[in-house]
């Protein structure tokens, strides 16, 4: 990335050890997750140690995860009108996206490198505006974040609903439009698809402040990344 993009800011986010606000609210959250690889654990603190002989400013804050604390700087560059992209492969961070905030997402097996902007994400996804990404995810469910969504609603309903009524809570007001099945899934479930929403959301308020001089790129620290 750093060679092939030449960026002039760039930080590192990393969720910090310890439940986030989610678990708090949702003792399940991302508990069907497998434990994490020993090997993993112990590569941690070494890939951090990389990171900064890199001169790369790692970013963590306590008790939220590093999809918020990305999702908050982005808002605060965006503000500041500051051409932005969030290194990710994963969905969720559409509803981050602006005309200024993009998703690069990494290479993967055989799928290059792609950058997604507002019509990437709205046209991948079926709808309007990038934040209907939370509700579509909301309905839909998550089940590599264990967001459990509406049991049987799935991508095609999700996009489907949020197409028709804009979002979940315009979806919950009018339960009456809905038909059969479907309608009884979605009023049996209101509640678990309230708080889906709330998981789904990427919070955009993490106390802290983006600071550019800061996330300067610098000239890497040869000597202790050779060693």
């Given at each position: 990335m750093l060679s092939k993009e030449h960026p002039t800011h760039i930080g590192i986010a990393f969720d910090p050890s310890g439940p986030t606000f989610r678990h708090e609210a949702f003792e399940q959250y991302k508990a069907q997750r497998e434990e994490t690889p020993e090997a993993?654990?112990?590569?941690?603190?070494i890939i951090k140690d990389i990171i900064?002989?890199?001169?790369?400013?790692?970013?963590?804050?306590?008790?939220?995860?590093?999809?918020?604390?990305?999702?908050?700087l982005a808002r605060q560059a965006d503000e500041l009108g500051i051409?932005?992209?969030?290194?990710?492969?994963?969905?969720?961070?559409?509803?981050?996206?602006?005309?200024?905030v993009r998703i690069y997402r990494p290479k993967y097996g055989d799928k290059e490198f792609e950058i997604m902007?507002?019509?990437?994400?709205?046209?991948?996804?079926?709808?309007?505006?990038?934040?209907?990404?939370i509700?579509?995810?909301?309905l839909m469910g998550d089940s590599s974040d264990n967001i459990p969504g509406c049991p049987g609603v799935g991508e095609k309903t999700a996009q489907k609903l949020i197409a028709e009524f804009g979002s979940i809570e315009n979806l919950?007001?009018?339960?009456?439009?809905?038909?059969?099945?479907l309608?009884?899934?979605?009023?049996?479930?209101?509640k678990m698809i309230e708080f889906s929403k709330f998981l789904a959301t990427i919070k955009?308020?993490?106390?802290?402040?983006?600071?550019?001089?800061?996330?300067k790129r610098e000239e890497p620290n040869e000597e202790e990344l050779r060693k």
């Open positions: 993993i654990r112990t590569a941690v603190p900064r002989a890199y001169r790369i400013p790692i970013l963590e804050v306590k008790g939220y995860e590093a999809d918020d604390v990305i999702g908050t051409e932005t992209y969030m290194m990710t492969p994963d969905k969720d961070y559409g509803q981050l996206v602006t005309s200024h902007g507002i019509k990437e994400v709205t046209e991948k996804y079926g709808i309007n505006s990038p934040l209907q990404v509700d579509m995810l909301g919950l007001e009018h339960t009456d439009q809905l038909k059969g099945a309608k009884t899934k979605v009023e049996a479930n209101r955009i308020d993490v106390p802290i402040t983006l600071n550019m001089d800061e996330l």
